[in-house]
Structures are given as structure tokens and as C-alpha cells.
């Protein structure tokens, strides 16, 4: 407490002590009073875990902002995140969950706890990727489209290299069934990467974050003939080439996510 007024991070940190895990032994029978022990314990633990990590939080979120104290509305808008944010120990995600607690504050369409809840089921290396996929479209690029700039579409080669440039894409699981018992470990190793980034990119399309589109294309083959007609004319035989044509973009939902746990520094919000 500063000058009668009450550190928001303790406050926060008292909040979510009381909410996050309850007292366990009182509602025990005398002949579960070793397991009362037990669970008594690992709520005690589980409770300084949780403050621990909202102090951290807490902590970046006040650099963030600077030393300005968040008011009771601030603080009521918050307070959804918090919860979850306590079960997070990982820097990387911490300074996530940071930048959306300042995100919830500007928030007018009650956004932020369908946020936090994406935020909470990502991994540290799934941000990773996600940043990483964000510098690419927010990097100017001349080409014309019909999507906005953010949401262009991406190739499976561009998610690829945002996940890790050193990846060789140009393996599948049929060659693995086949030869895999033939390969050496650094190609093993690039199998698992690939299969990592494969499945990184199929959560984060489940978490609505990025979309996937898909297209059937037929490639024409053409032959010019002398003399087909009076004009000269062209007969199109369909060579049965089909190939199967799939772009990514971030969706309307993954833009918004991505601005509020990203956010911009304080001096461009004012």
C-alpha cells in the first residue's frame, strides 16, 4: 500500500487465492483425515504456484503500463483472465496474458474471456509460431489480392519456415512407411519436425485462429492444331492432372486474438 492506496497486485494476488482453490480439509470425515493432509497440501502449493505466476504477470503487465494503476473497472474487467493466467509459468506466455489483461481494458465487446480461453490452451511454441506468422503479414507486400493485408493467404511452405526455415517439406508419411526403416537420424529428426509443425498448424485452425481453404484444381492440357477449322482453332484434352491447391490465411477471429496479445507500446495507444 502507497500512500492509502492499495497495490493492485496485491489485491489481484488476494482475489485469486481465495477463488482459485477453496479450503478441503473442513468437509473431510475423520477417516479421510490422511488424505486431508495430502489434498490440504497440494491446495497450499497450488496456491502459491498461483500467486507466484500472477505476480509475474502482474509485474510485466505494470511495466507495460507504466506504472499506471488500473481503477476498480479495470480491475473487474480483468478479473475473468486471472484464473487461468495463474496457471501459466512459462515468460513467453506470461507477457501473453499481460498484454491482454491491458487488452480486456479496452475491450467493448466483452472479447477478452473468449481470448483468454484460446490463450489457454496454446504452448509457448505454438506463440511462437503465431508471432512469427504475424511479422510475415504484417510485413508490406505488394501483391494485389482480393483479401485484406493481414488476412492474404499464406502457403503451407510460408507456415512451414515461420515454424522452423530448416525443415525439408519435401517428405510424407507414405515415404516414412515405406523407406523409413532406411533413413538416418537427421532425417528421422526432420520427419518429427515436419509431423510438429503439422500439428501446430492443425490446432491453432481448431482454435479458430487460422483458416484453412481448399480447392480442387484440374490442370488443361492444350494442343494447337494446322488445321482443326477454318480459324485454326485449339481442342482442349483433359490431361486428368488433379491436384489438391490449399492456402492459410488468419481468420477475422485470429486477427483480433492476435492484436490483443500482441498490443502496441504505450505511446502509440496515446
Same mark, same amino acid.
Given at each position: 500500500?502507497?500512500?492509502?492506496?492499495?497495490?493492485?497486485?496485491?489485491?489481484?494476488?488476494?482475489?485469486?487465492?481465495?477463488?482459485?482453490?477453496?479450503?478441503?480439509?473442513?468437509?473431510?470425515?475423520? $477417516?479421510?483425515?490422511?488424505?486431508?493432509?495430502? /489434498?490440504?497440501? %497440494? !491446495?497450499?502449493?497450488?496456491? =502459491?504456484?498461483?500467486?507466484? #505466476?500472477?505476480?509475474k504477470?502482474?509485474?510485466?503487465?505494470?511495466?507495460?503500463?507504466?506504472?499506471?494503476?488500473?481503477?476498480?473497472?479495470?480491475?473487474?474487467?480483468?478479473?475473468?483472465?486471472?484464473p487461468?493466467?495463474?496457471?501459466?509459468s512459462?515468460?513467453?506466455?506470461?507477457?501473453?496474458?499481460?498484454?491482454?489483461?491491458?487488452?480486456?481494458?479496452?475491450?467493448?465487446?466483452?472479447?477478452?474471456?473468449?481470448?483468454?480461453?484460446?490463450?489457454?490452451?496454446?504452448?509457448?511454441?505454438?506463440?511462437?509460431?503465431?508471432?512469427?506468422?504475424?511479422?510475415i503479414?504484417?510485413?508490406?507486400?505488394?501483391?494485389?489480392? $482480393?483479401?485484406?493485408?493481414?488476412?492474404?493467404? /499464406?502457403?503451407? %511452405? !510460408?507456415l512451414?519456415g515461420? =515454424?522452423?526455415?530448416?525443415? #525439408?517439406?519435401?517428405?510424407?508419411?507414405?515415404?516414412?512407411?515405406?523407406?523409413?526403416?532406411?533413413?538416418?537420424?537427421?532425417?528421422r529428426?526432420?520427419?518429427?519436425?515436419?509431423?510438429?509443425?503439422?500439428?501446430i498448424?492443425?490446432?491453432?485452425?481448431?482454435?479458430?485462429?487460422?483458416?484453412?481453404?481448399?480447392?480442387?484444381?484440374?490442370?488443361?492440357?492444350?494442343?494447337?492444331l494446322?488445321?482443326?477449322?477454318?480459324?485454326?482453332?485449339?481442342?482442349?484434352?483433359?490431361?486428368?492432372?488433379?491436384?489438391?491447391?490449399?492456402?492459410?490465411?488468419?481468420?477475422?477471429?485470429?486477427?483480433?486474438?492476435?492484436?490483443a496479445?500482441?498490443?502496441?507500446?504505450?505511446?502509440?495507444?496515446?
Amino acid at each position: 500500500m502507497s500512500n492509502g492506496v492499495p497495490d493492485p497486485l496485491e489485491l489481484i494476488a488476494k482475489v485469486v487465492t481465495e477463488a482459485v482453490a477453496e479450503p478441503m480439509n473442513d468437509a473431510l470425515t475423520p $477417516a479421510s483425515k490422511e488424505v486431508g493432509k495430502l /489434498l490440504g497440501t %497440494i !491446495t497450499n502449493v497450488f496456491r =502459491f504456484y498461483a500467486t507466484k #505466476n500472477l505476480e509475474k504477470i502482474c509485474t510485466k503487465w505494470a511495466e507495460y503500463r507504466r506504472g499506471e494503476l488500473p481503477n476498480d473497472e479495470d480491475l473487474r474487467k480483468v478479473m475473468p483472465l486471472l484464473p487461468s493466467a495463474s496457471m501459466v509459468s512459462d515468460e513467453e506466455l506470461q507477457a501473453k496474458w499481460a498484454r491482454l489483461m491491458e487488452s480486456a481494458i479496452n475491450d467493448a465487446d466483452g472479447r477478452a474471456s473468449a481470448f483468454g480461453q484460446t490463450l489457454s490452451q496454446l504452448t509457448a511454441e505454438e506463440v511462437r509460431f503465431l508471432d512469427h506468422l504475424w511479422a510475415i503479414v504484417l510485413t508490406p507486400n505488394r501483391t494485389v489480392t $482480393a483479401y485484406a493485408p493481414r488476412m492474404r493467404p /499464406l502457403s503451407f %511452405i !510460408t507456415l512451414m519456415g515461420a =515454424f522452423d526455415p530448416g525443415i #525439408n517439406t519435401g517428405v510424407n508419411d507414405a515415404e516414412f512407411q515405406i523407406y523409413g526403416h532406411e533413413w538416418s537420424e537427421e532425417q528421422r529428426a526432420n520427419y518429427k519436425r515436419l509431423r510438429r509443425a503439422r500439428l501446430i498448424i492443425d490446432n491453432v485452425i481448431r482454435l479458430g485462429i487460422l483458416r484453412e481453404r481448399q480447392e480442387i484444381k484440374e490442370s488443361d492440357r492444350h494442343i494447337g492444331l494446322d488445321a482443326v477449322s477454318m480459324n485454326r482453332g485449339e481442342v482442349t484434352i483433359k490431361a486428368g492432372d488433379v491436384k489438391l491447391h490449399v492456402e492459410y490465411s488468419f481468420s477475422a477471429y485470429g486477427l483480433s486474438f492476435m492484436e490483443a496479445v500482441t498490443g502496441k507500446d504505450k505511446d502509440s495507444r496515446e
